[in-house]
């Protein structure tokens, strides 16, 4: 390979020592993985029928055309043999060199070896061809509805990214360099980081992505000064510290998903969108959601919307003497914040007098990749786990999620912890992607079956607290945010249930970035900027074709349009009052609890 490979005699006696803590920790690793929960397979994969009628499809194919399968498999062939030859004729000519590549750029071939070293690059070449191929054969079968192809290329896809040469120490050269010039201590700090991730998940195997002592809750994340001035079992509702002398009378209340911690929005001062919106001038109230465990079983959507969201409002209301609020929902959220003011709609009340949503989804007729997920094989077994557990367990939203950027959030830090032995990075994003909340059993059948499968909220037929609702029962002014490479909550859907609601004033805005960076965008910076367009809502397609690109952050637009609509300036108001003493600092108590499973 190169001189650097080579392990010089005198460090032999280190690199058996390392290897001898090795096997200690591999022992370790058994002991650990022995705690893993029995497996489910009905949310491990996709079901059998998906791959079987795929498979069938191909064969079918191949009896109807044999010509085209064997001129398929003739011509990988022919390129893998004529690859092996000219690796033999480049080692022939005596020289240590690998043959012409012109295979496509790909980050996770960045060292040089890839290119230069005849085995890496032989590896490599050969990686990209078999792919190459099976996307072919992918592409060639016919016997597919739309939904079925997507859902079986992208678990294909899956398999192939698994198969990627540089998720194996024997097919690495980072690795081995980094093995070869560590004496081997590499490998034993990367085992020692799988063994504490199976560990910390009872056996199973979560990537972690960022140091988990790096930050401290209150210290140099969640830190804006606030307090809590209300708790119930959902939820702790904070009111922040107001930094202006005069407040705008209207408050605003947050609600963030309850998928994840609300601190995403507070993770150091200079991008937290809740110290913005109270520097700004504004009473801030944002809700910290309980992390659930299996006595909250029977909690649905009913207790989400009445004991959450209409609790959060009308606490805000008391405590601020106002008789509405400027209500935000970020994401699931954001669904069930439209679902709670289409109740208030039906009964009549006007507490909200806007809303604000981000990346949300409530017409879920194209809900995107996540849409792989969401058929009867994953959704019959997720419904199977959580009646006998009560809650679905963070584990499997965390790694549903990471599965839909698997080289990113997957495979390149397991590399990097596993392989090189190195520790994960301190990056708040990241730790806050790691700190993951569990969800009651009923709600998240109640919310895969109801709204993302049978989309009932866009048809107008979900039934909430006693009332049948739909999107045309939002009738109040709203603002909508979505992300233009958003994979969770795409913006074209977004759109399409924007376009949907009963209000006669909206907004809608379109970040460039995705899910989390394109809402955590804050000004000054200028990374990402947002389309607007005051058209008429038509196609997703035709909206941004006529659109107009902005540079920066869609912060200061967004509160502009809070502004027309928080009313006049009042004296800043204190925390609580005596009727809602301080419970606790801010970030609160919830935000940091780990359920007792």
């Not at 791959?51 to 109807?64: D, G, I, N, P």
């Not at 490599?124 to 191929?133: G, H, M």
């Not at 990537?207 to 988990?212: C, H, K, N, Q, S």
């Amino acid at each position: 390979m190169t001189t650097e490979l080579e392990a010089a005699p005198e460090n032999l006696e280190k690199l058996s020592a390392n290897l001898a803590r090795v096997e200690e920790l591999t022992q370790r690793l058994i002991q650990a993985m022995a705690q893993k929960r029995m497996p489910n397979p009905a949310v491990e994969a996709p079901g059998h029928t998906l791959f079987a009628h795929a498979v069938t499809a191909y064969w079918k194919e191949a009896l109807e055309n044999p010509g085209k399968l064997i001129e398929q498999q003739a011509a990988l062939w022919g390129k893998t043999l004529k690859h092996y030859i000219d690796a033999q004729q480049a080692l022939a000519t005596g020289k240590f060199t690998a043959p012409e590549d012109a295979g496509p750029t790909d980050r996770r071939f960045s060292n040089p070896l890839w290119k230069t070293h005849p085995y890496f690059n032989f590896v490599k070449q050969q990686y990209f061809r078999n792919v190459a191929a099976m996307e072919q054969a992918l592409a060639n079968i016919d016997d597919l509805e739309p939904h079925e192809r997507k859902r079986v290329e992208h678990f294909a896809h899956q398999m192939m990214d698994m198969m990627a040469p540089t998720n194996f120490l024997g097919t690495n050269p980072d690795a081995l360099e980094r093995a070869v010039e560590t004496e081997g201590e590499s490998l034993v700090k990367g085992l020692e980081n799988l063994v504490r991730d199976i560990e910390a998940n009872k056996g199973d195997l979560l990537v972690r992505l960022a140091d988990p002592d790096a930050f401290t809750l209150g210290e140099n994340v969640a830190a804006t000064e606030g307090a809590v001035v209300y708790r119930n079992r959902m939820m702790e509702l904070i009111q922040y510290k107001a930094t202006t002398e005069d407040v705008h009378a209207t408050p605003v209340v947050i609600f963030p998903p309850w998928i994840n911690k609300f601190y995403i929005m507070d993770l150091k001062p200079s991008n937290s969108l809740i110290k913005y919106i109270v520097d700004q001038g504004y009473t801030l109230f944002v809700v910290s959601w309980k992390n659930p465990d299996k006595s909250y079983a029977d909690v649905g959507l009913d207790q989400y919307v009445e004991e959450g969201f209409i609790a959060a409002i009308e606490e805000a209301k008391k405590i601020t003497g106002e008789k509405q609020v400027n209500a935000v929902g970020y994401c699931i959220a954001g669904t069930t914040l439209t679902m709670t003011q289409a109740v208030l709609t039906k009964r009549g009340d006007t507490s909200v007098k806007s809303a604000t949503f981000f990346t949300t989804l409530t017409d879920f007729s194209d809900p995107g990749e996540v849409s792989v997920f969401l058929d009867d094989d994953f959704i019959d077994g997720i419904e199977g786990q959580v009646a006998k557990d009560g809650y679905l367990d963070k584990y499997f939203m965390a790694r549903t999620f990471s599965f839909l950027r698997s080289n990113d959030l997957v495979y390149a830090p397991a590399i990097r912890n596993y392989m090189m032995g190195e520790a994960p990075p301190a990056f708040d994003l990241l730790f806050w992607n790691g700190d993951g909340t569990n969800l009651p059993a009923k709600m998240a059948v109640e919310y895969l079956r109801w709204i993302c499968q049978a989309n009932h909220l866009a048809d107008g037929k979900i039934r909430i607290c006693g009332e049948t609702i739909g999107l045309t029962d939002v009738t109040i002014p709203l603002f909508a945010v979505a992300c233009e490479a958003d994979h969770i909550a795409p913006w074209k859907g977004s759109f399409n249930g924007v376009r949907q609601y009963g209000s006669k004033d909206k907004t809608f805005v379109v970040s460039q970035s995705g899910h989390i960076a394109g809402i955590i965008n804050p000004p000054g910076k200028d990374k990402y900027g947002h389309y607007t367009n005051e058209a008429e809502m038509t196609t997703a397609d035709e909206w941004l074709k006529s659109a107009t690109f902005h540079k920066g952050s869609w912060w200061p637009r967004w509160e502009e349009w809070l502004r027309a609509r928080a009313g006049t300036k009042v004296p800043a108001r204190a925390l609580g009052d005596s009727a809602h003493p301080v419970l606790a600092p801010a970030p609160g108590n919830y935000v940091a609890e780990v359920p007792s499973i």
